[in-house]
């Protein structure tokens, strides 16, 4: 993994907005609408708006150390042993996140495309495609996300305006759902929509700047909060109370419509495209894990990794039994956790660094 | 060095044109059978179902066959089974080929199973099975299933898929059927505040029936007569909570689909009294409705008041009272008043219909009350279903006549 280039705010915001913008095409929408009902397009702005203050000081924390990742971050501020925990937290949910999540998409393509095929064959497959995206690098990953970026976009509008056409307005009412102590509740968990930010911070060191680096998570963060919602909002309009039952409203709205009586089954028109944009979400991720633990263990060679983890992650991801498994328990648990504890971190990196005088050291040498 | 690792490249990306296959998933035209109407009847055998399929030959009328095969267009086999996701498998013991409900396009249920609680897990079953497109329509047919699909014998669309997507598209643009979907059927049957309606069709035509108006007639009462096909479908079947509990003919049909603003109705011709006629003569016209209704809900009251504006635009299309419209404008306002009085009247008998024999709208007008409520909680407690039979409900159709057609020849033709 030798790298020379440095990845730009293009592609670095095209790869946010991919690995965060896909989980309204999967079952959050349907997860939100079970906890709130008609008001579920309101949590992912709720969200974004308790993650705004945690975001904020994480971002103020690294413009200190202009320039430097993760690791050297919490090195510095929370010490060897301190930090070493909460380097091997950070890996330890977010590889349970990537694979309840591989095994969630591989039972999206295995129930709604490739009935025939095995499970853990599709899955297998759909894996190898990551593991060949992580290791190719960032870089690719990067200028691969910024080609796919705008058909990603597009068939995603496409789908929603066709959505749009069989939708009714009036199902958003009572537009409070199940009343506003329950959409604070649950916008406490969604959170974990935007917890990927702090992951992403192990890939400062090869950015090209650290402002490009801001100002490419902040564009992504309002461009995702304003897509999940909206996805949200037009999946309550065309489903109304069967949201609710349905799995990946996503899957089954694009199986419902059809381009007039000419052209039926479109899925297969979007199914790629979307299929490209879970590759490159999971082929990031996967990249990112691998730095972690190539980081925690000392690792030096990080390429070979790729494959041992994507292994691992098949093994725990084929541990729950059916996608309900997954759905319900699994990836539930780990929604509930990662969100606010992946901010509680950045909250405490930023006292640490408060504590520490870091800011006025900065300040001072600015003023030099 | 360089040579071996373009081979090694060169295998690896022969390999993985092997998976374009599909593996376990390659699919042939040639080796499928798709159904295009499911039929589900009762069964002799208790707890059962008996399954009847249509199965389309995709070989018989693509341009590109040229017209020589012989063989014939469609299947039919009908027989007993505990579900018909699991009776695909046993239809393969007949069918040579693998059958599939890709493009399952109707799903036609017998009057007599969709009055049966038993029906409401057989069709949720359609869900479980991804291969059913919830686009599929659902209609309830008078006579079994199983017979309804073999007397059905289109003479112009010998493909079975065009003729049931021609029919049925005709059917609920004009609004005398429906737009039944299983989507709308699901969503209905979420919802559990409305009732839904399914299309109502039948091959059966009954002997006495009589002439009526353009629109009077449910499936089967329409007598024709001719080199044709008697298969018809009109009017609609009522579900409640998922089961069938009452049918509405082809009038009431339409009636609904015009307050109904989630379907889109777009050609109907209908016949209205001519108000200057001394022989009960009548006006043809074509009726569009160009904007959404306007509905206004007061909910707090114990009686709660609906009123329901109808946009509608009048194109009188012919004139046999040979009135001169152009010149007597006090003629054009009384037949649009006469016009509007005609609707009021319709409108107002289906909306009594709908409160006190079905107890329930058969078009998602809770979706209309919701907005008056803050939180689920509180639109659950005032329970619309208990609501509507008791509500005020007043409709007025706001009339627009757009043109009162030709009025030229007429006069030529009085003053000759």
């Not at chain 2, 007993?80 to 080929?97: C, L």
């Not at chain 2, 603003?261 to 009294?273: A, E, G, K």
């Not at chain 2, 998602?364 to 509180?378: C, I």
Request: hydrophobic share 45%; charged share 20%; with cysteine.
């Amino acid at each position: 993994m030798k790298q020379h280039e440095k990845v730009g705010i293009r592609d670095y915001t095209s790869i946010v907005i991919l690995m965060m913008g896909t989980k309204a095409t999967e079952n959050t929408p349907s997860a939100f609408y079970n906890d709130v009902q008609s008001a579920a397009w309101m949590i992912p702005l709720i969200s974004a708006g308790f993650f705004l203050i945690p975001l904020f000081l994480l971002l103020k924390t690294f413009s200190v150390f202009q320039g430097k990742d993760l690791f050297v971050v919490v090195k510095k501020l929370l010490g060897k042993y301190i930090g070493f925990f909460v380097l091997l937290y950070l890996f330890i949910i977010s590889s349970l996140a990537v694979s309840f999540d591989t095994r969630m998409y591989s039972d999206i393509i295995h129930s709604f495309y490739f009935r025939r095929t095995p499970l853990v064959v599709v899955y297998i497959i759909f894996l190898l495609v990551c593991v060949y995206g992580a290791k190719k690098g960032i870089q690719h990953i990067g200028s691969v996300s910024y080609i796919m970026v705008w058909y990603i976009i597009f068939s995603f509008v496409l789908a929603m305006i066709l959505s749009i056409m069989d939708s009714n307005i009036r199902s958003i009412y009572p537009i409070l759902g199940s009343g506003i102590p329950d959409i604070i509740k649950s916008s406490i968990p969604g959170t974990t929509l935007f917890a990927d930010l702090v992951l992403l911070t192990v890939l400062l060191s090869s950015m090209s700047s650290f402002k490009d680096f801001a100002k490419g998570t902040w564009i992504a963060f309002i461009l995702t909060a304003i897509h999940i919602s909206a996805a949200a909002f037009i999946f309550i309009c065309l489903f109304d109370r069967s949201l609710g039952g349905l799995g990946y409203p996503f899957h089954t709205a694009i199986r419902y419509f059809s381009f007039g009586n000419f052209l039926t089954n479109v899925e297969t028109l979007f199914f790629p495209i979307w299929l490209m944009a879970a590759f490159i979400r999971f082929a990031a991720l996967l990249y990112i894990c691998t730095k972690l633990f190539a980081h925690i263990f000392h690792i030096k060679e990080a390429g070979y990794l790729i494959p041992a983890l994507a292994t691992i992650y098949l093994l725990t991801g084929m541990i729950p039994e059916t996608p309900l498994d997954v759905a319900l328990v699994f990836k539930a648990k780990i929604r509930l956790i990662a969100g606010p504890t992946f901010a509680a971190i950045s909250l405490l990196l930023w006292t640490v660094a408060l504590l520490k005088g870091e800011f006025n050291y900065a300040k001072h040498k600015k003023g030099m | 060095m360089q040579n071996i690792k373009r081979v090694c490249k060169l295998l690896i990306i022969i390999s993985i044109i092997c998976s374009l296959t599909g593996c376990w998933d390659r699919e042939e035209l040639e080796e499928n059978a798709y159904v295009i109407g499911l039929g589900i009847d009762h069964s002799k055998l208790k707890g059962k179902i008996k399954v009847t399929m249509l199965i389309a030959n995709p070989e018989v009328g693509s341009v590109q066959g040229g017209g020589g095969s012989t063989e014939k267009p469609r299947e039919i086999i009908s027989f007993d089974a505990n579900d018909f996701i699991a009776a695909k498998a046993t239809a393969n013991s007949v069918i040579s080929r693998d059958i599939s409900y890709e493009l399952l396009k109707v799903i036609i249920v017998s009057e007599e199973f969709a009055k049966d609680p038993n029906f409401l897990p057989i069709i949720t079953s359609t869900l479980k099975d991804k291969e059913i497109r919830l686009d599929s329509y659902l209609a309830v047919c008078k006579e079994k299933a199983s017979e309804y699909f073999l007397k059905n014998h289109p003479r112009m669309e010998t493909r079975p898929h065009k003729y049931f997507q021609f029919m049925i598209d005709n059917g609920i643009n004009n609004g005398l059927i429906p737009d039944s979907t299983l989507f709308r059927y699901f969503s209905a049957l979420d919802r559990g505040t409305d009732l839904f309606m399914a299309m109502y069709t039948t091959t059966e035509i009954e002997k006495s029936s009589n002439f009526k108006g353009e629109d009077h007639y449910a499936a089967g009462q329409l007598n024709v007569s001719g080199e044709l096909d008697k298969t018809q479908f009109s009017g609609s079947a009522v579900f409640k909570n998922g089961v069938m509990v009452d049918k509405l003919d082809g009038l009431d049909t339409r009636l609904i689909n015009i307050l109904d603003d989630t379907t889109d109705i777009q050609d109907v011709l209908v016949n209205v009294p001519d108000p200057f006629s001394e022989s009960d003569n009548q006006l043809a016209a074509r009726v569009t409705k160009t904007n959404n209704n306007k509905i206004t809900m007061n909910l707090n009251g114990v009686r709660p008041k609906i009123e329901i504006t109808i946009p509608l635009t009048l194109t009188i299309m012919s004139n046999p009272s040979m009135v001169n419209y152009a010149k007597d404008p006090e003629k054009k306002n009384f037949l649009k008043e006469f016009i509007v009085k005609d609707t009021t009247a319709l409108f107002e008998k289906i909306q009594e219909k709908t409160q006190t024999e079905l107890k329930g709208s058969p078009y998602p007008l809770s979706l209309y009350a919701r907005k008056h409520f803050k939180t689920n909680k509180e639109f659950e407690r005032f329970n619309w279903a208990k609501a509507y039979p008791k509500a005020d409900v007043t409709i007025k159709p706001d009339i627009v006549i757009e043109d009162f057609g030709i009025q030229k020849k007429v006069l030529n033709n009085k003053e000759d």
